[in-house]
């Protein structure tokens, strides 16, 4: 049964080499520098209205296990809001790391496959504060910061988390991410009532018309968005998008836009559906 979703928009913070970037659909090699001071735009972030901050540290998806632990613990103090973080968590030390500054999500993808015993064990543990990533291209996971593709399909992943506990997903469509090409709110609604989970959907974003698009799909358990290039393009406005969200919005019957995603900017289809999700493996 698909639960209902309360609705939250999670600007996102990627993090490489110190600095607050942006990748194009998940490409290393297609970086965009955003500012030198991460900490600067997450205060920023919370002036505009942001009560979460999504902060994936890219580095450390690479790497194995989290690179920027300092810097994020000062934008945590800093901010002064919830954030949820992912990016080479793959160990409890790096979990308790994270919790220890305070950071109130940790988003778990790789491990999901790689240590399933360990995987259920987290979720046992600490409940609702982890967040399962299901990154995927051509509807089959992604792992590694998206540099290793696996042929589990982020359904049948979803389906299986679900079971062991979780309750809230992060999905991004990786041929979406970072290419305003718009969200793939049809996949993000099918996942979550395929699997049973709150499904935040990551991906495409451009503007407030996208937010408005995914919030009428709470009811089918889509239950928040991440927005990053378009904030930092100023195609979105986090204030003008955080005062609609406050105000009560009704929601806007635009379901039947979902029916075909649009074709990704590179000329490659999109993702139909079986899943893609946020960079956080």
């Known amino acids: 049964?698909?639960?209902?979703?309360?609705?939250?928009?999670?600007?996102?913070?990627?993090?490489?080499?110190?600095?607050?970037?942006?990748?194009?659909?998940?490409?290393?090699?297609?970086?965009?520098?955003?500012?030198?001071?991460?900490?600067?735009?997450?205060?920023?972030?919370?002036?505009?209205?942001?009560?979460?901050?999504?902060?994936?540290?890219l580095d450390g998806a690479k790497e194995g296990h989290p690179m920027h632990l300092p810097l994020i613990g000062r934008m945590v103090e800093a901010a002064g809001l919830s954030v949820q973080v992912g990016g080479g968590i793959r160990d409890g030390e790096s979990l308790r790391a994270l919790f220890s500054l305070g950071v109130a999500r940790c988003v778990l993808g790789t491990a999901a496959l790689e240590n399933p015993v360990w995987m259920k064990e987290v979720l046992a543990e600490y409940g609702e504060r982890i967040v399962v990533g299901l990154d995927a291209r051509d509807g089959k996971v992604a792992v590694r910061g998206w540099l290793q593709n696996t042929g589990v399909a982020a359904v049948e992943l979803g389906r299986r988390l679900k079971e062991w506990g979780a309750r809230r997903a992060l999905f991004t469509d990786i041929r979406r991410d970072g290419a305003m090409a718009g969200p793939n709110g049809r996949a993000a609604a099918e996942l979550a009532e395929e699997t049973g989970l709150l499904v935040i959907a990551s991906g495409g974003v451009r503007h407030l018309g996208d937010i408005q698009r995914l919030y009428a799909l709470r009811h089918r358990g889509v239950a928040g968005a991440v927005a990053g290039r378009a904030l930092y393009t100023g195609d979105l406005s986090l204030k003008e998008a955080t005062a609609w969200l406050r105000s009560g919005p009704t929601d806007h019957e635009m379901e039947d836009e979902w029916d075909e995603p649009s074709p990704a900017e590179d000329g490659s289809e999109g993702v139909r559906y079986g899943g893609e999700g946020g960079r956080v493996c």
């Open 1 to 57: 049964m698909t639960e209902s979703a309360e609705f939250q928009l999670y600007p996102a913070i990627d993090l490489s080499d110190g600095r607050a970037v942006r990748l194009r659909y998940g490409d290393y090699g297609q970086m965009t520098v955003y500012g030198d001071d991460p900490v600067a735009v997450a205060r920023r972030w919370r002036d505009e209205g942001a009560g979460w901050l999504h902060v994936v540290d």
